[in-house]
């Protein structure tokens, strides 16, 4: 069986990681593409996959994103085209809210799945749900969310978090805390920044900028940016400990003493490792944060002043780990259909 993997994004490569590797223990073979996006090909060096790298993000702005889409959907019609008649056809396409590969592999015919756990990125899912013929997602997602985009019929739906399953194998490193010379026995913070571009100067609403600034008051800060112009706004202001490459980010979070984010995974990534992390998510809460809210696992930041630093006894909570071969069984649903349909 040939498989093609393909990573728009950052955490993709920590979703599918364990995804690739349980296809490959299956025997499958398994290529992988990349988009040159945030860290999603330093990230895939890291971790040991060999990627082919297409295409670039081309904006946030709809029209930028759609011509990305095309662009990019062509290249990997191409590329695709081009390993099947030298490799042999792939016979199962899938990604982690990839437009991208779902939009090429209905092109050239190929069985697809995709797999997402926020339920809100109306335009991404309706591409998506409608093209694919396997939907993963969180139990958590009430189906009736999902009804709009196309997806009955097509839901294979997992217990817990994603999360829970790509950490299933993770044990912390301390070596992170030496890579950023960071000390062990000082309280620690990380933070994720927000999509925004700038974090003080046009940054619509205040309480990320006032989140640095108390932090950095508090103890040892370690800011994760999204894009060059957060990290030379970072350098700028100062006091802030800021990786030039992809790190160890799930250890570094291990070992924090609490975690700010504005995204969803590093989030998820706290509460399935145990620290105390706090949402400054400013868009619309999906079905499994507002889950993690309720049971107390996530909590929503109003004020920076909420914040405080200290040093944590380790958690008491113990670890859930989920098996990553539930997600390749789902995943692969669409090869069961085309079975059956032949019988």
Request: with cysteine; net charge positive.
């Amino acid at each position: 069986m040939r498989v093609w993997v393909d990573l728009t994004n950052s955490p993709h490569v920590l979703v599918l990681r364990p995804v690739v590797e349980a296809l490959r223990a299956q025997g499958a073979e398994v290529e992988v593409t990349a988009r040159d996006f945030a860290q999603t090909v330093g990230l895939s060096e890291r971790f040991g996959l060999e990627v082919e790298v297409i295409g670039r993000h081309r904006g946030g702005r709809v029209a930028a994103k759609a011509v990305g889409l095309a662009s990019r959907a062509t290249a990997l019609v191409g590329w695709a085209h081009r390993r099947g008649r030298s490799r042999g056809r792939f016979d199962l396409a899938l990604g982690h809210g990839s437009n991208d590969v779902t939009v090429a592999a209905a092109v050239l015919g190929i069985p697809r799945s995709t797999m997402f756990d926020y339920e809100w990125a109306t335009v991404q899912h309706t591409v998506n749900c409608r093209l694919a013929q396997a939907v993963v997602v969180p139990e958590a997602i009430p189906p009736e969310r999902l009804h709009r985009y196309g997806a009955d019929g097509k839901l294979q739906r997992y217990a817990g978090l994603k999360e829970e399953y790509y950490l299933a194998d993770f044990a912390p490193d301390r070596a992170v805390l030496d890579v950023l010379g960071l000390d062990a026995a000082r309280p620690l913070a990380v933070v994720r920044t927000p999509p925004e571009v700038s974090l003080y100067h046009r940054f619509e609403h205040s309480l990320f900028a006032d989140v640095l600034d108390r932090l950095r008051g508090l103890g040892q800060v370690v800011v994760l940016p999204r894009t060059p112009e957060q990290r030379a706004e970072l350098a700028r202001a100062g006091g802030f400990t800021v990786p030039e490459r992809a790190i160890d980010a799930q250890s570094l979070i291990a070992f924090a003493d609490l975690v700010v984010s504005a995204g969803g995974t590093m989030n998820r990534e706290a509460v399935a490792l145990g620290t105390p992390v706090y949402t400054t998510f400013e868009g619309r809460l999906g079905a499994v944060d507002e889950r993690l809210i309720v049971e107390g696992r996530l909590r929503r930041l109003e004020r920076a002043t909420d914040l405080d630093l200290a040093k944590r006894p380790p958690s008491a909570v113990e670890r859930v780990r989920r098996d990553p071969a539930v997600l390749v069984e789902m995943l692969c649903a669409p090869l069961r259909r085309a079975a059956t349909a032949r019988r």
